[in-house]
């Protein structure tokens, strides 16, 4: 990979994992379903009247809106308001990864590898650490709701699949018209009702929205289309490792900006989720490189 198509890649998991940071700032303005709301309206909107529908069926967009937006990042706002703190949510959420594998052997009728196994019992123990280590700032809801928010993940990562070869962007635009209905109908019966609603939006100061903004265009629009054009650009297996590194730049950036602590456990947790991660990714080459030399 060139150096400059490398610089693109780690800017993108540096937006991706420094977005935890933001989130945490901007949830001290708005509600959690309120906040996810104005990111795809902004995500949505004006793009969709300049990019094309992919030509996939609207059920297919309807359910990736709808995890991504409610299940996902609803959800994950939901928890980092109040039941975990950002640099780990930044880690767990990639649990995701997993998921992605159970419902490909479910609906692909896949097998489970064996060091697919070992990669979800490293990272799982991994998690396990972290619930033995619930406070004020990481209770066990947070962490089951963050885990909630991968496996939504994992079920619009099989929508995606079931697409096909789309462009990222468009797909991301169009679908967004599904995640912003629900999340604007949970905001008003939940978070306060539209008159409260209303206040918020005067009341929210410049960086909240400027959080706003990040959410829709950097982290959503700049994000997927760098993305896809990188996977247009490599192969899968060239660009893949990137987001490895978005629960190190999480978990860096939430210790740097919110002063989040680093004990020796948390460490070792997020050791043994990546390490999970990294087996899952690398092993299969691993093997055959291996079996090269012996």
Request: glycine fraction near 8%; hydrophobic fraction near 60%.
């Amino acid at each position: 990979m060139p150096a400059t198509h490398l610089l693109l890649a780690l800017a993108i998991v540096a937006v991706w994992g420094t977005n935890f940071v933001v989130i945490k700032n901007s949830l001290a303005a708005f509600p959690p379903f309120y906040f996810a709301a104005l990111r795809y309206i902004f995500a949505l909107l004006p793009m969709v009247f300049f990019i094309p529908r992919p030509k996939v069926p609207w059920s297919n967009l309807c359910i990736y809106g709808l995890c991504t937006g409610v299940g996902q990042f609803g959800v994950m706002y939901y928890a980092i308001n109040s039941q975990i703190s950002p640099g780990l949510a930044s880690l767990v959420i990639q649990t995701q990864v997993f998921f992605t594998i159970g419902f490909a052997m479910f609906f692909a009728k896949e097998g489970l590898k064996l060091y697919q196994a070992v990669a979800v019992l490293v990272a799982m123990t991994g998690l396990g650490i972290i619930a033995m280590h619930t406070d004020a700032t990481t209770t066990f809801l947070g962490l089951a709701l963050v885990v909630f928010s991968g496996f939504s993940w994992g079920v619009a990562n099989t929508a995606n699949r079931k697409a096909g070869a789309i462009n990222m962007l468009s797909y991301v635009v169009w679908a967004s018209a599904f995640s912003i209905p629900p999340l604007i109908l949970i905001a008003l019966i939940f978070e306060g009702g539209a008159m409260h609603l209303w206040e918020v939006t005067l009341a929210a100061p410049l960086g909240a929205w400027l959080g706003v903004f990040w959410q829709s265009w950097a982290n959503t629009l700049f994000g997927y289309a760098a993305w896809g054009w990188l996977l247009s650009k490599h192969p899968a297996a060239v660009v893949a490792p990137a987001p490895l590194l978005v629960p190190i730049f999480g978990m860096g950036a939430s210790a740097f900006f919110l002063d989040e602590s680093l004990p020796a456990w948390k460490v070792m947790a997020a050791g043994l989720v990546i390490a999970g991660l990294v087996v899952n990714l690398f092993w299969p080459s691993l093997r055959t490189q291996l079996r090269r030399y012996f």
